[in-house]
């Protein structure tokens, strides 16, 4: 269970969850017909040696890691990949990676000159991510600055003082960030991004609205298989305390909103998901099709 002001390393609480989607993005690069490219993530699973997600990775077929969630991870991980090619298309050089977990788009993505990258997470997360890409000698495609601070804390300080400007433009991601805040963060977490984007900045969110219970992870177990992270109860990380809806935050904050479907992203992807069970309850089916994938402009 969280506590206010907890911490935590790649191998427990949060920073497991981050460990079990670099595992599902390896798989997923590994697939004959993948929906991305993500090399680093398998270093990153080896180094921490964490037994459930080294036998996923080992044995594919383990753990129901060929099922819904693995395809999920990939589809929002190309999702992200296009937003910030989107957004340098048009000009963007600042991109901030919230939480950021084992995300090495800094490394895999063909950013263009002068792009600066700026990755937030807790600092034990980042050490660990640090050594492993340093013992490989991985080498950025941009200028990838690491800020070790909690996003409940006052991340905007270490965020200018690292570089950033807020008089440029900014490309924003909060990806399988939102749950794991509590409300009042949540909603600060918003307010700061409005109030250090320029005209013309953007984000993208990934929002699965909020609701999901014990019950709704139970149903998922009993229809998809095992839980991909193991004995890990993601629902016990996660808040569900009052906070805003986010799409229609940034809509009345002067941001235009689109929401896309994972589903239709799927299909987009050329892996439409079309082996979902027939007996699915209607209450998991509605969970399931509420999900949506944000993406935001701030009006120029």
Known sequence: MRTDGDSWDIVTSVGLTALGVATFRALETLDPEPMIHDDFAAWFVEAAGEPHFQQILGEPASAGSGGLFGRFMGVRTRFFDEFFAAAWQQGVRQ???LASGLDARAYRLDWPAGMVVYEIDQPRVLEFKDGVLAEHGAVATADRRALAVDLRDDWPAALTTAGFDPGRPAAW???GLL?????SAHDALFERIDGLSEPGSCMAADDFGRGMDQRHFDMEEKFFGPNPFGNLNVHDLW???ARAEPGDWLSR???SVHRVSPFDLAAT?????TDLPSDLPAELLDRLQQAAYISAEKHR
Request: hydrophobic share 35%; glycine share 10%.
């Open 95 to 97: 991109a901030v990676i």
């Open 173 to 175: 991601s909060a990806e």
């Open 179 to 183: 749950p794991f805040l509590p409300g």
């Open 239 to 241: 808040y569900d305390d």
């Open 253 to 255: 904050h002067d941001w």
């Open 269 to 273: 992807y050329g892996r439409p998901i």
